[in-house]
């Protein structure tokens, strides 16, 4: 306990005293205290500048004895008397001290913020009700809370270059700019990519990129989102829609294993953008652009809206009933050993789950899912393109996922497996298999959120939600069990995965009674060894560790080398 103290430092803010670990900056003591400090250039994830100057205190120490004279006696509680300092200190660059005093309410406080407003707005352009930003600005709400009401600024405003395309994904708007270079710390810190910079002085500084360059990196659209103002905008969201209008959901990105965590923006159903949501053990405060933009395809006219049932050469649109009722026909006729189930491993756990008992239910004697691997980017994307391959080796008990499709194929050529149901993939365009191979199945049942090639041969077409559509919970690449929340409703009779599994266990003489994800998620507490004693609720908006896998995430390790040096708070 002794050595616990001696790393913990008292602190007086707003007249009361509190500990701090050493070395921790001014801006974070007051934070971990409910305390505001406004400010622009900090961020805890990047380098601090100092140079908005938005963060100004009134800061105090003991004073020194002079010569001769004793020093200060403390008072009961060992505190020294503080005397403050006649000129304000930058709270993001300045580390606590013992004994310290901060002020964030003083007179001189108010007045520093009062002139830094002032002269930010000075030149600031008068377009909020076009900006992108408005409603989610931070030069908007400091200007109400510490602004003057009026400004003293009577000549002509610096005009300064507008609508710049600076990337393929981003614009640019100088005159909003307040020069707090946080998306150029961001591209040469964490991006690797340094292209934007200062030029010129004084009121005409304005960002650019250098020459013959361009912000096209990856993770480009992550400048947008730490902008405090309008001057970096998304030309995927840019005029799309205003802030205050849109629901927010918390949930996880399903385009590689990492899992980033995000908010996803909608209205009626419709999703108008994706961000991401800070989680320490997964994702930062970062994502990449090729993930984020993944979503346009789930408005795609290529939705699947109905079940579909093969009428001689074509589809006809069925009901569900008709379509579970066709299902169950044909399945009677089959032994479980000629049946083969292909899920997927971008299903949560929940939905693999329901696959398994879906597997033991039929007696089917093949099952896997489809491997996806790519490149890793060294950052945050994985070399596991599958949301869930953890899942798929915890709940479906698949050491290997990928490694029975072969045989797979080779049963459905031999005649040895006559029936096959795929669930959530497309198995011609992800997996291999051609449409001829798939045609000489007795029967084919394929769920999926999109029409591809291989509806096209199936005789039983049932439309799956997408990512979007569910909830549920899946395992990243490091264990981490993480909760898929429910964005959108799918268009048309779309059901959620578990839904259509359910109904074909019920239809083909299983049991039912399971009416949410929820409820899946009881069970597979009490059935899975990994998740016993867990419920819904621990899991939280940031997830929990479940299993060790030996994997970690290149970019947390570089921030954590750069938190160890003390070059951000992290």
């Keep these: 306990m002794s050595e616990e103290k001696t790393d913990l430092i008292d602190v007086q803010i707003n007249g009361e005293w509190h500990s701090f670990p050493k070395g921790t900056r001014m801006i974070e003591a007051c934070r971990?205290?409910?305390?505001?400090?406004?400010?622009?250039?900090?961020?805890?994830?990047?380098?601090?500048?100092?140079?908005?100057?938005?963060?100004?205190?009134e800061m105090g120490m003991p004073p020194r004895p002079r010569p001769g004279e004793d020093p200060p006696e403390p008072d009961e509680d060992g505190h020294l008397p503080i005397s403050w300092i006649p000129r304000p200190a930058i709270a993001c660059a300045n580390t606590i001290a013992p004994n310290m005093g901060i002020r964030t309410e003083s007179e001189m406080t108010e007045e520093c913020r009062q002139g830094v407003m002032e002269l930010l707005l000075a030149n600031h352009p008068l377009d909020c009700p076009i900006c992108d930003q408005a409603g989610e600005c931070s030069l908007q709400e400091f200007s109400v809370e510490h602004g003057n009401g009026e400004s003293r600024f009577r000549e002509q405003k610096v005009k300064k270059p507008k609508n710049v395309d600076v990337g393929p994904r981003i614009r640019l708007d100088d005159e909003r700019c307040i020069m707090c270079s946080r998306c150029i710390r961001f591209t040469d810190e964490i991006a690797d990519d340094p292209v934007l910079g200062f030029t010129d002085r004084g009121s005409h500084t304005v960002l650019t990129v250098y020459p013959g360059r361009e912000l096209a990196n990856?993770?480009?659209?992550?400048?947008?989102?730490?902008?405090?103002?309008?001057?970096?905008?998304?030309?995927?969201?840019?005029?799309?829609?205003?802030?205050?209008?849109?629901?927010?959901?918390?949930?996880?990105?399903?385009?590689?294993?990492?899992?980033?965590?995000?908010?996803?923006?909608?209205?009626?159903d419709k999703i108008y953008r994706i961000t991401p949501r800070q989680n320490n053990d997964v994702n930062s405060d970062w994502m990449p652009d090729s993930h984020r933009l993944n979503y346009h395809?789930?408005?795609?006219?290529?939705?699947?809206?109905?079940?579909?049932?093969?009428?001689?050469?074509?589809?006809?649109?069925?009901?569900?009933?008709?379509?579970?009722?066709?299902?169950?026909?044909k399945l009677s006729g089959i032994s479980g050993e000629e049946i083969a189930v292909i899920a997927s491993a971008r299903m949560t756990n929940e939905e693999l789950l329901m696959v398994n008992r879906l597997v033991k239910h039929l007696n089917a004697g093949h099952v896997d899912t489809v491997p996806r691997e790519g490149e890793a980017d060294g950052y945050l994307i994985s070399a596991d393109r599958n949301p869930n391959t953890n899942g798929v080796k915890l709940v479906l008990g698949l050491n290997t996922p990928g490694s029975q499709l072969s045989a797979i194929k080779e049963g459905i050529a031999q005649g040895r497996i006559k029936a096959l149901l795929c669930l959530q993939e497309n198995l011609v365009d992800d997996a291999g298999f051609t449409p001829d191979e798939l045609a000489k199945l007795d029967f084919f049942l394929t769920s999926y959120p999109m029409a591809n090639p291989t509806a096209d041969v199936a005789d039983v077409v049932l439309p799956g939600a997408c990512w979007a559509e569910k909830t549920g919970t899946m395992i990243n690449v490091t264990g981490r069990l993480q909760r898929l929340n429910k964005a959108v409703d799918g268009p048309g009779q779309t059901l959620e995965p578990w839904e259509i599994v359910r109904d074909i266990i019920q239809t083909t003489g299983g049991g039912n009674g399971i009416y949410s994800a929820t409820d899946i998620f009881k069970q597979l507490a009490a059935e899975v060894s990994e998740f016993s004693g867990l419920s819904w609720g621990q899991i939280g908006d940031l997830g929990l560790q479940l299993i060790e896998t030996g994997e970690t995430i290149p970019l947390l390790e570089r921030e954590k080398e750069r938190k160890e040096k003390g070059l951000i708070v992290g």
């Excluded at 971990?32 to 205190?57: A, F, I, W």
């Excluded at 789930?298 to 093969?310: F, G, K, N, Q």
């Excluded at 379509?323 to 169950?328: G, N, P």
Aim: aromatic share 10%; with cysteine.
């Design 32 to 57: 971990q205290v409910d305390v505001e400090v406004p400010h622009y250039c900090y961020h805890p994830k990047l380098t601090s500048p100092g140079n908005c100057r938005m963060c100004l205190v």
């Design 297 to 329: 395809w789930i408005d795609s006219e290529a939705r699947l809206t109905d079940p579909l049932v093969r009428d001689g050469d074509k589809h006809r649109q069925a009901t569900w009933q008709e379509a579970l009722a066709a299902t169950a026909d």
């Design 218 to 268: 990856n993770y480009s659209l992550n400048t947008v989102d730490i902008c405090p103002v309008g001057a970096l905008t998304s030309n995927d969201f840019r005029f799309q829609m205003r802030v205050w209008f849109m629901k927010e959901t918390k949930t996880i990105d399903a385009n590689c294993a990492t899992g980033c965590n995000i908010t996803v923006f909608s209205r009626q």
